[in-house]
């Protein structure tokens, strides 16, 4: 079955929004196998994010994203990749719409919330850096 890598970022985590974002996978019927806090390392946000390494705000976003705790997780389900992308909303929140996670929750793209994998590739490198195969149910 199809998974995917789920980061609700330090903003999330610091206003709380972890149990309001779990619940929205949860009614949708994807299968959580996995969840822990994690403080990035400045390397590991750097392998994480390195396909923006060239972007303007990529020191913006290695900064923020280790600013505190993130709350790392795996979902699975039927097509989880790309509804999980559904689900999430726009990078950028003014244009999310109503009823996605960064459209209801975000008003900030430095500041949206949560990250979800754009691929089975960058989903199954990303859940690599963040868990081991036992901690995966
Ligand atoms: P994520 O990878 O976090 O799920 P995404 O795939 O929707 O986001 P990307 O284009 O991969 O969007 O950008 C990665 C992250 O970089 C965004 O989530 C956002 O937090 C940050 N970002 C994107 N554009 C900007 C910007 N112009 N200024 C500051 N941060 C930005």
Redesign the pocket.
């Known amino acids: 079955m199809e998974r995917t890598y789920v980061?609700i970022?330090p903003d999330g985590v610091q206003r709380q929004l972890i149990g309001n974002i779990v619940s929205r996978f949860e009614q949708k019927g994807f299968k959580l196998v996995a969840g822990k806090f994690v403080t990035l390392s400045k390397e590991t946000a750097e392998t994480h994010?390195g396909?923006?390494r060239e972007?303007?705000?990529f020191g913006?976003?290695v900064d923020?994203i280790t600013s505190g705790p993130v709350f790392a997780m795996v979902w699975e389900g039927e097509n989880v990749v790309k509804v999980a992308?559904t689900l999430?909303g726009?990078?950028?929140p003014a244009e999310a719409a109503p009823g996605t996670i960064r459209g209801d929750l975000a008003v900030q793209?430095?500041?949206?919330v949560?990250?979800?994998?754009?691929s089975v590739e960058s989903a199954n490198r990303e859940i690599d850096i963040f868990f081991r195969a036992d901690e995966l149910q």
Do not use: C, Q, W
Not at 109 to 112: G, K, L, R, S, Y
């Open positions: 980061m970022k994010y396909e923006h972007r303007p705000f913006e976003l923020f992308r999430i726009a990078t950028n793209v430095a500041m949206n949560v990250h979800g994998s754009d």
